[in-house]
């Protein structure tokens, strides 16, 4: 076979690949943690910080953590008083991150797995919920908004971070539309067309 048409059959396997990826969502394979732990443009920690805007002593929860991107400093933007809990589905996830704190003399951090669909958090119970990209690898993504809605605190926050190019990204306004079905409305976006974070709150 000729380079071009190796070329050709080769994109044409990953763009196959990446449809059928986000037809079908499923979690990010500690194996494949290398994609996560790529820097990540435009959703970068700073913009986080400013979306967010946390206050020390709050607590925190965020979903679906890979290999801590944002976790360690979540943890310090609520120091000392404040609590980051980690919610993975994968507990190899949930150990890395806190080797990663245990080595930065982190200790305000929660390790919980299980599954976002079904949340042990009490009701009106969190600050603050952080979800980057994740919503798109769970299936059930309208349930999962449906949890956060619920262990939110009246004037709690959801941000959600996506970044194109993520076979499970999720558009601004099916964010808004999953968002308001959960009784989530959409307060503030940061970022462009290729990669933003959303703010949402309790209506
Ligand atoms: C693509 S990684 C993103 C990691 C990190 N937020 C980042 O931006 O680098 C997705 C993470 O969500 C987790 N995840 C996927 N589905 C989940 C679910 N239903 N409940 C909880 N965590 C889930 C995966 O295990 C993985 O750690």
Redesign the pocket.
């Known amino acids: 076979m000729r380079p071009r048409h190796l070329l050709g059959a080769a994109a044409a396997a990953t763009l196959g690949a990446a449809l059928w990826w986000r037809k079908n969502?499923?979690?990010?394979?500690?194996g494949q943690?290398f994609?996560?732990?790529a820097p990540?443009p435009i959703?970068t920690r700073d913009r986080l910080r400013s979306v967010l805007r946390p206050q020390p002593g709050e607590r925190l929860l965020?979903?679906?953590?890979?290999?801590?991107?944002?976790s360690l400093d979540l943890a310090e933007w609520v120091a000392p008083d404040g609590t980051l809990e980690l919610?993975?589905?994968?507990q190899k996830?949930l150990d890395h991150v806190m080797r990663a704190a245990e080595e930065r003399g982190l200790s305000n951090l929660v390790p919980t797995q299980?599954?976002?669909?079904d949340l042990p958090h009490q009701d009106a119970s969190v600050d603050a919920i952080?979800?980057?990209?994740?919503l798109g690898?769970?299936?059930d993504a309208a349930a999962?908004l449906r949890e956060i809605r619920r262990v939110l605190r009246p004037g709690g926050r959801l941000i959600v971070?996506e970044?194109f190019g993520?076979p499970?990204f999720t558009t601004r306004s099916s964010l808004e539309r999953m968002g308001r079905d959960a009784g989530l409305q959409l307060a503030e976006t940061s970022g462009n067309w290729f990669g933003f974070f959303a703010r949402l709150t309790p209506q």
């Open positions: 969502p499923s979690a990010c394979p500690y943690r994609w996560v732990e990540h959703i965020e979903i679906g953590v890979g290999t801590g991107y944002y919610f993975d589905l994968q996830f299980g599954d976002a669909t952080i979800l980057t990209a994740v690898e769970i299936p999962a971070g970044l993520d499970h």
